[in-house]
């Protein structure tokens, strides 16, 4: 079966701009997650979705941050306006649902460079 | 809150020889716990899980993971470490009622020929 797709796989951006992610999960999997990954840091869960409906954005800057899922399917995650501390590696997984141990199946990431 | 502690940033072992990395968690409640591996320029690909089965619990690519509630730690090892293997191994709890799935910092293994 065909993985979690994201796009672009790298972006450069200077800092104040605006930048998108995209993400297309596993088809079938109702339960789409973002996370943010820092150099030399484990991924930090940033959103969670179920179906469209949003489950967790507790760790959300939500004052530039924005993400949002329609259709249940594919996802955006945006970032207006960028901040240099928001290089990153932003990684987009899905699982079948939202249980205790469902497995998460992880993209390759949007490598995200803010100048 | 739930947490995990990988000690070793950084780890190198002869292609052939045992490769152990540590992880020690701290739960409230009983722990669900993984170990992801990340390949340069690629995303978290799932090693094992422990789910309250089996404390011996076995992977892809011959590695395995111990949990022992005693130590509160979840190792993960492989008999004999391929050149394949070099790659950031991350270690995860949860996610369980409110806590999301947390990970580690990783451990880079580097393995020398």
């Known amino acids: 079966e065909a993985g979690v797709a994201q796009s672009p796989r790298y972006k450069i951006i200077e800092k104040r701009q605006s930048v998108a992610f995209w993400c297309n999960p596993i088809s079938g999997h109702a339960t789409l997650y973002w996370y943010q990954q820092i150099l030399g840091q484990g991924p930090k869960l940033l959103i969670q979705f179920q179906n469209n409906g949003v489950v967790d954005d507790s760790q959300l800057p939500k004052d530039r941050f924005s993400a949002e899922r329609l259709k249940g399917v594919d996802s955006t995650l945006k970032i207006q306006p960028a901040k240099l501390e928001d290089s990153a590696v932003y990684l987009c997984?899905?699982?079948?649902?939202?249980?205790?141990?469902?497995?998460?199946?992880f993209g390759p990431g949007t490598r995200l460079t803010v100048l | 809150a739930q947490s995990v502690t990988q000690l070793g940033s950084h780890v190198s072992v002869s292609e052939g020889a045992l490769v152990l990395l540590r992880c020690n968690y701290s739960s409230s409640v009983p722990p669900y716990l993984f170990w992801y591996v990340q390949y340069p320029n690629q995303g978290l690909q799932l090693l094992l899980k422990y789910t309250s089965a089996a404390t011996l619990v076995k992977g892809i690519n011959g590695f395995e993971a111990e949990f022992k509630k005693s130590e509160t730690s979840f190792h993960l090892t492989k008999p004999s470490a391929h050149m394949s293997d070099a790659a950031e191994y991350f270690c995860?709890?949860?996610?369980?009622?409110?806590?999301?799935?947390?990970f580690g910092t990783g451990t880079r293994l580097t393995i020398i020929p």
């Open positions: 995860a709890v949860g996610p369980n009622g409110n806590e999301k799935l947390t």
């Open positions: 997984a899905s699982s079948l649902d939202s249980g205790f141990t469902d497995t998460q199946y």
